[in-house]
């Protein structure tokens, strides 16, 4: 007997879309959501892969006197940047962060949390990436998580565009690749876990929004390349090159 897609087993072949997760919506339980970016960090040190993309992509390319600039688009709870930010300071490196969301919800709750000890204040913001093109302003780097698969294809290209004007150095978004295995192994290592949150329904759900590396790849302009990273993650680089 061949078992079709159901609830439990999705069809992954095919990008879902159209379908918001329950933290974005407007009404959604406050409670909840609070707790889900609380949870986030939890889920992100183990996921992610962020520390590993710190020691390769970023901190090389940090001084101890001459302070860096990074931006983070859709930051949500900022579990992100302030690893980041907690991750130079241990190493003696100077990085000013700038971290934006389009959720008032999501800023409220990351600029109530305190300040990393030793570290320079991350100036968080409720704005879109094209506000500050608008405004005129410059980061060393821009970076994203669990970003991209929240965006139709003409929003992508349009945030890829606002990231090429936004940076001076490097852009590095992250996210999860749509495949069955990290699917059900989600599923499974989060059924008994985060009751008290939309972590494990909107993770799933993220998945299935999530781009396959193929889909990636036709998508992406000139000058930008997609790298994979462990586990079923997509690495979206772009290098700044200035022209004569």
Same mark, same amino acid.
């Given at each position: 007997?061949?078992?079709?897609?159901?609830?439990?087993?999705?069809?992954?072949?095919?990008?879902?879309?159209?379908?918001?997760?329950?933290?974005?919506?407007?009404?959604?339980?406050?409670?909840?959501?609070?707790?889900?970016?609380?949870?986030?960090?939890?889920?992100?040190?183990?996921?992610?892969?962020?520390?590993?993309?710190?020691?390769?992509?970023?901190?090389?390319?940090?001084?101890?006197?001459?302070?860096?600039?990074?931006?983070?688009?859709?930051?949500?709870?900022?579990?992100?940047?302030?690893?980041?930010?907690?991750?130079?300071a241990q190493d003696g490196l100077r990085l000013?962060?700038?971290?934006?969301?389009?959720d008032e919800r999501a800023i409220r709750y990351?600029?109530?949390?305190?300040?990393?000890?030793?570290?320079?204040?991350?100036?968080?913001?409720?704005?879109?990436?094209?506000?500050?093109?608008? +405004?005129?302003?410059?980061?060393?780097?821009?970076?994203?998580?669990?970003?991209?698969?929240?965006?139709?294809?003409? +929003?992508?290209?349009?945030?890829?565009?606002?990231?090429?004007?936004?940076?001076?150095?490097?852009?590095?978004?992250?996210?999860? +690749?749509?495949?069955?295995?990290?699917?059900?192994?989600?599923?499974?290592?989060?059924?008994?876990?985060?009751?008290?949150?939309?972590?494990?329904?909107?993770?799933?759900?993220?998945?299935?929004?999530?781009?396959?590396?193929? +889909?990636?790849?036709?998508?992406?302009?000139?000058?930008?390349?997609?790298?994979?990273?462990?586990?079923?993650?997509?690495?979206?680089?772009?290098?700044?090159?200035?022209?004569?």
């Amino acid at each position: 007997m061949t078992l079709g897609p159901s609830p439990l087993f999705p069809d992954l072949r095919r990008r879902l879309t159209g379908v918001p997760e329950a933290m974005d919506a407007d009404d959604c339980d406050l409670t909840q959501l609070e707790q889900t970016y609380r949870n986030f960090g939890q889920v992100n040190a183990v996921v992610s892969g962020w520390r590993a993309v710190y020691q390769r992509e970023l901190r090389p390319l940090l001084s101890a006197t001459r302070p860096s600039s990074l931006l983070d688009i859709g930051c949500g709870g900022g579990d992100v940047p302030r690893q980041l930010g907690r991750w130079a300071a241990q190493d003696g490196l100077r990085l000013d962060i700038t971290a934006i969301d389009a959720d008032e919800r999501a800023i409220r709750y990351a600029s109530a949390l305190p300040q990393l000890v030793g570290a320079s204040p991350i100036r968080f913001r409720q704005a879109m990436s094209h506000d500050l093109v608008r +405004e005129g302003r410059l980061f060393d780097f821009v970076i994203s998580n669990h970003l991209l698969h929240h965006l139709r294809a003409e +929003e992508l290209a349009a945030l890829l565009d606002d990231c090429q004007r936004l940076c001076l150095g490097k852009v590095i978004h992250s996210d999860l +690749e749509r495949h069955p295995l990290p699917y059900a192994v989600f599923s499974t290592l989060t059924l008994p876990l985060f009751k008290d949150s939309f972590i494990r329904a909107d993770g799933l759900l993220s998945i299935r929004r999530s781009f396959t590396p193929s +889909e990636l790849r036709r998508m992406l302009p000139s000058g930008w390349r997609l790298r994979r990273q462990f586990p079923f993650r997509h690495l979206l680089l772009y290098q700044y090159t200035r022209h004569a």
